[in-house]
């Protein structure tokens, strides 16, 4: 006997324009220029990267190729990905270095030197997307949905984006050619006067 598929529930994303309206209430807030750099940095990375917050917090120094704009990356099950980094990301790292606080190989660390971890990563992406979004969800991975719903939007190939996700199967990918889907139904019935 078979058991019955469970429908699996679409990942929740954001629009296109909360992203840079989470850049702007970042450097609209009321703390040091390293925070912001900082924040910032993290927003580029977890969206333009895709990175699940496990690989976010453990990035080193020396896992980018600044010159030549790829990150290492040190995802599930031990495996090692590279990903593109994106230009506004690549000019917040290099600001980011010039005033990180050294002491320890973790490239994301707070003002005084301790490595940035998980919780803090969760609380800060409440904080931000809370902001500028009405998703019920606020988590970093929405971060990650969002990138690859929008990468899909934009007409990338799916096995580019299965590459950059580090997903080992493409069935696991493919959620998000549903995802685009349905953002297009509720688009088309939103606006067309036919629908």
């Known amino acids: 006997m078979h058991t019955p598929k469970v429908k699996r529930k679409l990942p ?76 506004q990301a690549l000019t917040l790292l290099k600001q980011f270095l010039i005033i990180r606080q050294a002491g320890t190989s973790i490239l994301l660390v707070h003002e005084n030197g301790k490595p940035v971890n998980a919780r803090f990563v969760q609380r800060l992406t409440q904080k931000y997307l809370g902001s500028v979004t009405e998703l019920t969800k606020k988590s970093p991975h929405i971060l990650r949905h969002s990138s690859a719903t929008h990468m899909l939007d934009n007409n990338a190939d799916i096995i580019a984006i299965q590459k950059i996700l580090g997903h080992e199967n493409l069935s696991t990918t493919q959620i998000y050619t549903r995802v685009s889907i349905e953002r297009l139904k509720s688009v088309y019935k939103k606006t067309h006067p036919k629908s």
Do not use: W
Not at 12 to 22: E, G, I, S, T, W
Not at 45 to 73: A, M, N, W
């Open 12 to 87: 929740d994303v954001m629009q296109k324009n909360d992203f840079v309206r989470v850049l702007e209430s970042i450097e609209m807030t009321d703390t040091t220029m390293y925070n912001k750099i900082l924040y910032k940095l993290i927003f580029e990375l977890l969206y333009g990267c895709s990175l699940r917050v496990s690989e976010l917090c453990s990035i080193k120094t020396g896992d980018f190729e600044t010159g030549k704009g790829f990150l290492r990356v040190h995802g599930k099950g031990a495996k090692t990905r590279i990903t593109p980094v994106g230009a």
